[in-house]
């Protein structure tokens, strides 16, 4: 298994407050990403880094900041908590540069109230 | 605007039948096509891919086939079997990017003993 850890597993959280979530990887794999999964809306794309400090923005990244100042790394915040950003979050590394299977953490279940 | 669909939210499969799961995608830079599987609290596991390049992939029970003309992909489960009831996601990407795989919204798979 790919050495992927999300941290913490599971959060309640009030509206306006602001969130950090915690990826770490043992892998030294250079792409990590952040997707949050909905009901009816699948894998969508928050946010993603390709390399220390090189980071991008994804398919709802309004909301949504990261920062990877490490390999091993990837943080996403949530500035200022939101009832639309209860989801859970997935984060996951790319195995291998010449291809594209990404391996996901166990995630991370966020409620905002 | 959707790039990858699955538009079949669920399936429901008879244990020992063929288990058939259907993606669309609209993008023709998509060159690298995966299905993961994903059990509930879990993160979503590779499960096979396909390249551009060829029609059909085998691994084990499973073959994913690949119509390019037609931009489908389909998953044949062979024989199915109840642990295999799960939400399987179709990720597509483009090689030489960023590696970053598109996921359709997924199909929700039951097999009955």
């Known amino acids: 298994d790919a050495g992927i850890t999300q941290s913490p597993r599971h959060k309640v959280t009030e509206t306006g407050t602001p969130v950090t979530l915690r990826c770490h990887q043992t892998e030294n794999h250079r792409y990590m990403y952040w997707y949050r999964q909905d009901p009816g809306h699948g894998l969508r794309l928050i946010h993603y880094?390709?390399?220390?400090?090189?980071?991008d923005k994804g398919e709802v990244s309004d909301g949504y900041s990261v920062s990877r100042s490490k390999t091993e790394d990837f943080l996403l915040t949530l500035e200022s908590a939101t009832s639309s950003q209860t989801s859970v979050y997935f984060c996951?590394?790319?195995?291998?540069?010449?291809?594209?299977?990404?391996?996901f953490g166990q995630g991370t279940r966020l409620t905002v109230v | 605007d959707q790039q990858v669909k699955q538009n079949s939210p669920s399936l429901s499969v008879q244990e020992g039948r063929i288990s058939i799961l259907n993606c669309d995608y609209t993008n023709s830079m998509f060159d690298y096509f995966l299905w993961y599987k994903k059990y509930p609290a879990e993160g979503p596991t590779f499960l096979i891919s396909?390249?551009?390049?060829?029609d059909k992939n085998e691994d084990g029970r499973f073959t994913v086939f690949l119509n390019k003309s037609a931009k489908h992909l389909s998953l044949h489960i062979v024989p199915s079997q109840p642990g295999d009831s799960a939400v399987y996601f179709c990720a597509a990407s483009v090689s030489g990017g960023s590696y970053i795989p598109t996921f359709g919204r997924g199909t929700s798979l039951i097999v009955h003993p």
């Open positions: 396909i390249s551009s390049i060829k």
């Open positions: 996951a590394i790319n195995h291998r540069q010449e291809r594209t299977e990404a391996f």
């Open positions: 880094s390709y390399g220390v400090k090189d980071t």
